[in-house]
Nanobody, 124 residues
Framework: QVQLVESGGGLVQAGGSLRLSCAAS????????MAWFRQAPGKEREFVAA?????????YYANSVKGRFTISRDNAKNTLYLQMSSLKPADTAVYYC????????????????WGQGTQVTVSS
């Protein structure tokens, strides 16, 4: 079982930036499709962004974050990233990294493994 550990969350003002990281405990990290999801209070967990196997690989984004968030990975470091810019209060949520079976708008059913999540709070 691959362990995924997120970090980098915190409190930021609207318009600010944060970078989330997700460290994977596997030497076969490069074999996995990876994604970020988020869950706001009282709402369902939703897809944010996904990336295929390669460092610099093909990426996919939810419309709500397109142009503001960037997903990337460093296979040499077994780490996934999410660079978040122009943050809005609506981005406030717990952010989860995940191993997924598809990178094209994966659903919760496509998730093979979850991290424990990291809280992002955007103040207005």
């Amino acid at each position: 079982q691959v362990q995924l550990v997120e970090s980098g969350g915190g409190l930021v003002q609207a318009g600010g930036s944060l970078r989330l990281s997700c460290a994977a405990s596997t030497r076969t990290f490069s074999r996995y499709f990876m994604a970020w999801f988020r869950q706001a209070p009282g709402k369902e967990r939703e897809f944010v962004a996904a990336i295929n196997w390669s460092t610099g690989g093909t990426t996919y984004y939810a419309n709500s974050v397109k142009g503001r968030f960037t997903i990337s990975r460093d296979n040499a470091k077994n780490t996934l990233y999410l660079q978040m810019s122009s943050l809005k209060p609506a981005d406030t949520a717990v952010y989860y990294c995940a191993i997924v079976q598809t990178v094209v708008a994966p659903t919760l059913a496509d998730v093979a493994s979850w991290g424990q999540g990291t809280q992002v709070t955007v103040s207005s």
